[in-house]
């Protein structure tokens, strides 16, 4: 970036070269001033920006944002989207209405998004306001449920001044199932990613974008990070390191998939995936009507890309990690993954940043949609992502560095932050809103100035315009009431000046407990003491061998779990048989599995059914694993209760 010249992130897939040409101080800022702010939503970011310096970020002050049944949910679908979308997250849905109680809402048909309404105008139907989020109201959780056609990414970031917004949209119905399955089983179940945090970020040869985020974002962040926050590793992937053979392994593939039927016990999540990714990478992108847009704009452009110098022509795949390079082997179940790139979440259809030579804003697609990638995470068959975050449109260096004030990584430390300190993703969002409104209410300042006189600063005012448009365009993908599903904070080892010193010396013994002794307490009572505990010994030691006589008649019920899972297209007419623990009705077993105490596992599929939709086999492992915790603790539980018996019969 030199002082007169701004360098934009993204490249071109078709060609190799930046999406767009460098642009000058003075286009910009042309850009700028021409920029018309919408009135309404201009007034809500000063308010926000206001109300934000004065107190927490999040709902009405007293609610608490991570508790679901303060806070409330809720999921926004268009007013003519297809029922059977709502059918396929109806796991998800129950799971948020059972966690959210009287703070659960959900906005279709009649009371869904109308085409053309701003948010306001959605607010105002559903007798909510301006201020912060009332959950009595509306739900600070909104899930929006539907593609950027049919509810613009327009809403979704007005919407997200005020509330916690995600959205989720996948080409193919049967996806909305599988993803909602994901989540309900990592959040019951007993799925955890390591405490690990990656941050990936390349350095591509003379590349003034990428040297920049690997400088001024990556590195400081991992050594922030590291510093502050001990319990967890912090990994770092930066230039050389950052090739897509390690993208992929951060994504689990190159690890043997998942038998189905194995001895021992169940198969480690591979150690290659985080529970949180942050990649800062140019997105590849595509010209209008490109046939490969659709599948491939938004692939995050590895190391392996040999810079702006590199030979002319379109990009090698194998530079690039798009949506189809995320194989059926990926084990990605759990992760949250923030992708700083170009058009990382999704394309509009036309372009904030770019206008025709006649003010006209340039179509960047035939319709806007959400990228692929994040689409295949989210809805991947062995148990997909939680959610993705990520750039509508172009990413820019802005995002970390200002100019004339150098690094401002902030906001990205406090996001990071609150997502390690157990926050959903939606209210560790925040700042990123924050952020925006904080910009945008500055930017409107500035312009109001220039045009009534204030003396043009190129400089300043291009660097506020692209500021504001491009913290605008982070949205979530995803619920955002889900957070990060990492193994427990480990006990702290102890400090150095703790630890006792070697000593030649024999350490004193503790004293033997005396056995008991028969005294004569001087009442004559010496052979009625004997005699009550050798009857009362006896006794344990019968209902100690009944119980080991009980548990190795039912070694099969004890050593032995099964999980069966059943569809039935009419739920209602489904009835359980307590004779024979089977589902009768038209009720059909789909999948059964038995596993022993040894982690011996067999695996029954039906031939004749179609096959196992994904959603449903995501949903028979967390089955499973509930399964096998349950289990594990009645064996403890057995064991204990022995133990105790035998302490007890040794004590008298």
Not at 222 to 238: A, H, M, T, Y
Not at 566 to 582: F, P, Q, T
Not at 586 to 600: C, K, M, N, Q
Request: charged share 25%; net charge negative; proline share 7%.
């Amino acid at each position: 970036m030199s002082d007169d010249i701004l360098t934009l992130n993204g490249v071109d897939g078709s060609t190799g070269h930046y999406l767009l040409p460098s642009l000058s101080l003075e286009e910009i800022s042309r850009l700028a001033r021409g920029e018309i702010l919408d009135s309404d939503h201009l007034g809500e970011l000063r308010w926000r920006h206001r109300w934000a310096t004065e107190a927490a970020y999040g709902p009405k002050e007293g609610v608490d944002p991570k508790d679901l049944a303060q806070a409330g949910w809720g999921a926004v679908f268009a007013y003519d989207a297809d029922p059977k979308v709502r059918q396929q997250l109806r796991p998800l849905l129950d799971h948020r209405r059972a966690q959210a109680g009287r703070g659960y809402r959900e906005f279709a048909e009649k009371l869904g998004y109308r085409p053309g309404e701003s948010k306001q105008q959605f607010l105002a139907r559903h007798g909510a306001g301006p201020g912060p989020a009332d959950p009595d109201r509306i739900p600070y959780y909104l899930l929006i449920v539907g593609g950027p056609e049919s509810i613009p990414y327009a809403f979704q970031y007005q919407l997200d001044v005020q509330y916690a917004v995600g959205r989720i949209f996948f080409d193919q119905l049967r996806d909305y199932g599988a993803y909602a399955s994901s989540v309900v089983a990592a959040e019951t179940g007993s799925l955890r990613r390591p405490r690990r945090v990656t941050l990936f970020a390349t350095r591509n040869p003379d590349d003034l974008a990428t040297a920049a985020s690997a400088a001024e974002l990556a590195a400081p962040l991992v050594e922030r990070l590291s510093k502050d926050r001990p319990d967890w590793e912090i990994q770092g992937l930066i230039g050389q390191q950052a090739t897509k053979a390690r993208l992929a392994e951060t994504f689990g593939i190159g690890e043997a998939p998942m038998r189905r039927q194995h001895r021992g016990p169940p198969p480690q999540l591979p150690l290659g995936t985080p529970a949180l990714l942050l990649s800062a990478t140019h997105g590849v992108g595509f010209p209008n009507g490109d046939p490969r847009q659709l599948r491939g704009q938004g692939a995050l452009l590895c190391q392996d890309w040999p810079g702006p110098g590199g030979p002319e022509g379109p990009l090698d795949e194998s530079w690039y990690f798009s949506g189809e390079d995320l194989t059926a082997h990926a084990q990605v179940a759990g992760l949250i993954s923030f992708h700083f790139a170009c058009y990382g979440a999704g394309t509009p259809r036309y372009d904030d940043f770019a206008h025709d030579q006649d003010g006209t804003r340039r179509q960047l697609t035939p319709h806007a949609f959400v990228a692929a990638l994040p689409q295949r995470l989210l809805s991947h068959p062995s148990g997909g992502a939680l959610a993705v975050i990520g750039h509508v449109d172009r990413a820019w260096g802005y995002s970390f560095m200002w100019p004339q004030a150098g690094r401002q990584t902030q906001v990205f430390e406090d996001c990071l932050a609150r997502l390690m300190d157990d926050h959903p993703i939606g209210s560790a969002f925040e700042c990123f809103n924050e952020r925006y409104a904080e910009l945008a209410s500055d930017l409107s300042v500035e312009l109001e100035e220039v045009r009534y006189g204030k003396r043009l600063d190129r400089r300043a005012l291009a660097g506020m315009w692209t500021a504001n448009n491009d913290a605008r365009d982070f949205v979530i993908l995803g619920d955002p009431a889900v957070r990060l599903v990492a193994a427990p904070k480990a006990d702290a080892p102890p400090a150095r000046d703790a630890v006792a010193v070697a000593s030649p010396q024999v350490a004193p013994q503790p004293e033997p407990e005396p056995e008991p002794s028969d005294v004569d307490f001087g009442l004559g009572l010496r052979d009625g003491m004997r005699q009550a505990r050798e009857r009362l010994a006896n006794a344990l030691q019968t209902l100690t061998s009944s119980l080991g006589a009980v548990l190795e008649r039912a070694a099969d019920g004890v050593g032995v779990f099964e999980v069966a899972t059943y569809s039935s297209d009419d739920l209602a007419a489904a009835r359980y048989d307590k004779a024979s623990g089977r589902f009768g009705g038209d009720a059909r077993l789909r999948v059964l599995s038995r596993t022993h105490i040894t982690g011996d596992t067999q695996l029954l599929v039906p031939e004749e059914l179609g096959g196992i939709e994904d959603a449903l086999w995501t949903l028979h492992l967390g089955m499973v694993e509930q399964a096998r915790a349950a289990h594990s603790e009645l064996l403890k539980t057995a064991g204990a209760a022995v133990a105790g018996l035998l302490g007890a019969t040794k004590v008298w």
